[in-house]
């Protein structure tokens, strides 16, 4: 088992920033790949970003590639995800989630095994 713990999430002005932290513990040797996912009031969980523990490999939605940055600190076994530039549209829930996966499987949130209990992000205009 693996567990995510998600921390960093707030209210903020639009144009400010967050830093959403999500901290792995246990069999983390189990997954390659960590991913953050949002999700809206009455909206589908949807794809932000994922990244590889090994070689830091990394992917984004459209929705917020040049704002959003994701990273990992192997030693702690912490990814983070840098947000700039917020917009009231980022208004979600942001959940980290783990698993073992190929790259073709990074934006489907149905492989991933291992999920956070969510960390709530406000953005007001």
């Known amino acids: 088992q693996v567990q995510l713990v998600e921390s960093g999430g707030g209210l903020v002005q639009a144009g400010g920033s967050l830093r959403l932290s999500c901290a792995a513990s246990?069999?983390?040797?189990?997954?390659?790949?960590m991913g953050w996912y949002r999700q809206a009031s009455g909206q589908e969980r949807e794809f932000v970003a994922t990244?590889?523990?090994?070689?830091?490999?990394?992917y984004y939605a459209d929705s917020v590639k040049g704002r959003f940055t994701i990273s990992r600190d192997n030693a702690k076994n912490t990814v983070y995800l840098q947000m700039n530039s917020l917009q009231p549209e980022d208004t979600a829930v942001y959940y980290c989630?783990?698993?073992?996966?190929?790259?073709?499987?990074?934006?489907?949130?149905?492989?991933?095994?291992?999920w956070g209990q969510g960390t709530q992000v406000n953005v007001y205009s």
């Open positions: 989630a783990a698993a073992w996966l190929s790259s073709t499987s990074w934006t489907n949130r149905y492989e991933y095994d291992y």
């Open positions: 246990g069999r983390t040797a189990s997954t390659n790949t």
């Open positions: 990244i590889t523990w090994s070689g830091g490999r990394t």
